[in-house]
């Protein structure tokens, strides 16, 4: 058994440290997914805070310790919805830097090189459906498998947003 899914094992019988240090260990992630999604670091911060409570509550509900991160930001994704709907906002992004960032073509070259204002820059021009899928496949690292778990779409569905999330981003090219 992984450590991970020991701490998560831990949590699941009320070790209040061990869910801290699955929070702290997930506190990154859910950092930058909350961000791709609401663009404001106040929305974000208040969608990480409702997740980790929601979380607390109901760690005990979690089937299997190792999809914990899955579950996570399920969660996490189900919150930013929420705060979205709630607040219908959307921030303005500069046109130059993302012309700038497209210029090289990153999502050929590896997003990895981007910097995260960079990055949420060129997220920024996504469709709403696609850029989720864009920050859980190139930002977090999640396989197509486990973002279809995620969102709840079949695998040629992410699949086919992520083709079309890169034909989106080259018309700014």
Not at 40 to 57: M, N, P, V
Not at 127 to 141: A, D, K, P, T, V
Request: charged share 35%; hydrophobic share 35%.
């Amino acid at each position: 058994m992984k450590q991970g899914e020991q701490l998560v094992r831990k949590a699941k019988n009320n070790d209040a440290e061990a869910f801290i240090r699955l929070m702290e260990e997930n506190k990154e992630s859910m950092k930058r997914v909350a961000y791709a999604y609401l663009k404001r670091e106040e929305d974000a911060a208040d969608a990480i805070q409702d997740t980790i409570l929601d979380a607390f509550e109901h760690i005990h509900e979690l089937q299997k310790d190792e999809y914990f991160r899955t579950w996570l930001t399920r969660i996490l994704i189900n919150n930013c919805a929420k705060i979205y709907r709630q607040n219908k906002r959307q921030t303005a992004y500069d046109a130059e830097k993302l012309a700038y960032v497209q210029k090289e073509g990153p999502w050929e070259n590896g997003m990895e090189a981007l910097s995260d204002l960079e990055f949420f820059d060129l997220l920024a021009h996504l469709s709403e459906e696609n850029r989720m899928i864009f920050q859980l496949y190139f930002g977090e690292q999640y396989t197509v498998s486990q973002i279809a778990d995620i969102l709840r779409l079949k695998e040629n569905t992410v699949k086919s947003r992520l083709r079309r999330g890169r034909e989106e981003l080259r018309r700014y090219v």
